[in-house]
C-alpha cells in the first residue's frame, strides 16, 4: 500500500515562511506526478502546485506564483513546498497527492485544477497563519 506523509506544519505569523515535507513509503508508486493542495475552512479542496517526478517541471496555481516553490528530492523519496510571505488567507489544511501512473507534464500541470485527479493522498499537515 502506498503512503504519503506530510510534515512541517505549523503556526506561523503573517509573513513568514514553512517548508512542508511529503515523503513516500510502502509499495512501489509508480507516479510522476506529484502535488500539493489545501483545504481552508468551509472550502473545497485546491490545487497549489504540482511537479513532474521526471523532469522537474513545476506548476502553480495563479494565486501562489512566486511564493510558493515546489520542489523533489528523487533520492530521499520526498518532495516539498517552500512557503514564503505567508499570508492568514494560506491558513489551511495541506495535502500531498500524486496521480497513479506516468503521464505527461502538461498533463500534470492540468491536473492541478481537480483534486479527483489524484490517486493517493497524505493525511494533511495544518498551517494557521496569523497577524
Known amino acids: 500500500q502506498v503512503q504519503l506523509a506530510e510534515s512541517g506544519g505549523g503556526s506561523v505569523q503573517t509573513g513568514g515562511s514553512l517548508r512542508l515535507t511529503c515523503t513516500r513509503s510502502g509499495s512501489f508508486l509508480i507516479s510522476n506526478c506529484m502535488a500539493w493542495f489545501r483545504q481552508r475552512p468551509g472550502l473545497e479542496r485546491e490545487g497549489v502546485a504540482a511537479?513532474?517526478?521526471?523532469?522537474?517541471?513545476?506548476y502553480y496555481s495563479d494565486s501562489e506564483k512566486g511564493r510558493f516553490t515546489i520542489s523533489r528530492d528523487k533520492v530521499k523519496n520526498a518532495f516539498y513546498l517552500q512557503m514564503n510571505s505567508l499570508k492568514r488567507e494560506d491558513t489551511a489544511m495541506y495535502y500531498c497527492?500524486?496521480?497513479?501512473?506516468?503521464?505527461?507534464?502538461?498533463?500534470?500541470?492540468?491536473?492541478?485544477?481537480?483534486?479527483?485527479?489524484?490517486?493517493?493522498w497524505g493525511q494533511g499537515t495544518q498551517v494557521t497563519v496569523s497577524s
Open positions: 511537479i513532474s517526478h521526471g523532469a522537474g517541471f513545476t
Open positions: 497527492a500524486a496521480v497513479n501512473g506516468l503521464i505527461s507534464g502538461e498533463d500534470c500541470g492540468n491536473r492541478l485544477k481537480s483534486a479527483a485527479e489524484f490517486a493517493f
